[in-house]
């Protein structure tokens, strides 16, 4: 038997490849074998398979859709722990790029029999290979495997089936925890006896999951006051005291609501309690680190260990650990739609099941918006791999969106006009050009795409000849621009794809529809679509927001929104207004003791934190900081920002239509200085001159604040204090001025104010409502579309289906399925 047969049998015996993958079928060939290990997902599951946690999966991209970088992330990690769990040495490992380029197959297939024949994969009783003395020879099969590989081909869905799953692990935790004793089954029971078991279910399970709150908080948080410190109980149980503060009072108003017969107001109280169930946005994005330092703290300290052992026994006779528990929230909160759609199709009443449905929408939205939290969290782990991997890199990635491709790929400039082998990286807003260096890559040209455009060219295409398909990204005014030529035909459509995709989220269709001004932006607080009213889903870049009059939205729905508002007006739809409760965190983070540290190292912003923790605070050697926001796992902590309020020439965040709006009936040289709205870690001046508003960009690099690349400054105060005293004209010939008049200053003069087919596929479903892709695994939707179901398997709250012969993920909440009465 041929060696790569004699692997693909032992990967299957080591449950890594499904026993019917058709590498298995007759006529399989080897690339099909290749394609299916070349992401390193399935490795490094392999290696947990023979030994458990000998990779911690959190770290391993389990979706990496053929990024070259994240797919060479995944396989080196599967490299380093051959090496260190299972004792192969150096000579017997392939390189990443013997897998990734199918460069060297057959050493692949030389590295994985000898991980077979190590003790640890002998010990699971599986037959090493080769277990024949004279294999086949495959070294012949193995050339040219480089060129059948498909960079362009869809992910088989089914070869992840057998990829641990933290979410069925908790979920099993979840349905342990609220399970009871079992009912007599009546012989035949009516459609109103089923309703009554599933308003019986939604109290039984509700009182469980309270007990279950209270529980971690009597038996666990606060024994574990006396052990651990007032920053690491925060950490680890998060805001569970609010969560328990919630669930107790919707209990009671569920408790009383099912009093009713029928229960017909219980729709009621889920609407109600959906803005309040938005604590768990907070909760479920920290839940993972808050894991993970428990483990840490558990491991470092064996009192706290025995600790953590007496709690689990006194809580559930140890059952349970903490560890177990805290999965339990994120499970609940994703229940809640699931309970209500058992309930809706029991109901027979046309008006309660209508009533349920509202119930049902509003459950299904939160659910939406609390699996979008954890995707994020993944996307903005994946943008810091990239800043830490590219050299030179002197801002946060984190501010350009999400990225899209990453890869190989030849280019030539107005500049240079010969080919040269560069690596990059989309993102929404920008392209990295790199120049690959072993592990890192040395960044060789940002570019803003907000003033570039795409164009193909296929003149120069050869079918079979590599690196000649190519297309055009030019600059608006015409002044530069790159050739980008692609490998293959395939790959040049996948890129030229998703260049779209990014252009298309800057300027969306609609963007100015109504008199607004709609661009990408990240809101902070869980926010409401001004348009439909459902939330915007996650934490980073979840829509759009009219930069004149801050109304917030989803992309399919820029075109919904009402007329804008005047300028300045609060249009945000934010459900949530948490300033009260942001002070009230900060007076509990002091109370928590919280250390103040001196500072041994100056620090002016480079390098640069990443785009979420915000700008960058200015240290000087011998400061004291007093920490308002400290992990040990994260290498940024929070300190309390400059106060700039306190200089009469700051204006906070503004637009320049604010600035114009203050400054036009002032007086020449009255200026301000404000954060500019769309990049809160950026400045600008605007001053008034010649009866004229003229606004200038401050400018940001490797911690240096500046308006001209002649002058730079170590802060922002020395900047304005410079310019009050010296013309601007050195930096702009026809603005011969000074900083003259701060704008809180009052006007020396009277001021009047300023005026106000053939594809399997598993039933279909109805689209309920618009939906625009963000990139090209997404499925744009219209309502009222019907689509095929192909996969529910994906990530949380997101189905894979195909309308009018396009394929992608859509989120299953837009989505009536079978047109049914949610059955």
Known sequence: MELWRQCTHWLIQCRVLPPSHRVTWDGAQVCELAQALRDGVLLCQLLNNLLPHAINLREVNLRPQMSQFLCLKNIRTFLSTCCEKFGLKRSELFEAFDLFDVQDFGKVIYTLSALSWTPIAQNKGIMPFPTEEESVGDEDIYSGLSDQIDDTVEEDEDLYDCVENEEAEGDEIYEDLMRSEPMPMQPKMTEYDKRCCCLREIQQTEEKYTDTLGSIQQHFMKPLQRFLKPQDIEIIFINIEDLLRVHTHFLKEMKEALAAPGAPTLYQVFIKYKERFLVYGRYCSQVESASKHLDRVAAAREDVQMKLEECSQRANNGRFTLRDLLMVPMQRVLKYHLLLQELVKHTQDAVEKESLRLALDAMRDLAQCVNEVKRDNETLRQITNFQLSIENLDQSLAHYGRPKIDGELKITSVERRSKMDRYAFLLDKALLICKRRGDSYDLKDFVNLHSFQVRDDSSGDRENKKWTHMFLLIEDQGAQGYELFFKTRELKKKWMEQFEMAISNIYPENATANGHDFQMFSFEETTSCKACQMLLRGTFYQGYRCHRCRAPAHKECLGRVPLCGRPGQDLSGTMKKDKPHRRAQDKKRNELGLPKMEVCQEYYGLPPPPGAFGPFLRLNPGDIVE??????????????????????????????????????????????????????????????????????????????????????????????????????????????????????????????????GSTKYFGTAKARYDFCARDRSELSLKEGDIIKILNKKGQQGWWRGEIYGRVGWFPSNYVEEDYSEYC
Request: aromatic share 10%.
């Open 627 to 756: 920490l308002t926001k400290a992990e040990a796992e994260q290498n940024w902590w929070e300190g309390p920002p400059q106060d700039l309020s306190v200089h009469l020439w700051y204006a906070g965040p503004m637009e320049r239509a604010g600035a114009e709006s203050i400054l036009n009936n002032r007086s020449d040289g009255t200026f301000l200085v404000r954060q500019r709205v769309k990049d809160t870690a950026e400045f600008a001046i605007s001053i008034k001159y010649n009866v004229e508003v003229k606004h200038i960009k401050i400018m940001t690099a490797e911690g240096l604040y500046r308006i001209t690349e002649k002058k730079a400054f170590r802060g922002l105060t020395e900047l304005v204090e410079f310019y009050q005293q010296n013309s601007l004209k050195d930096c702009f010939k026809s603005l011969d001025t000074t900083l003259q008049f701060p704008f809180k200053e009052p006007e020396k003069r009277a001021i009047s104010k300023p005026p106000a």
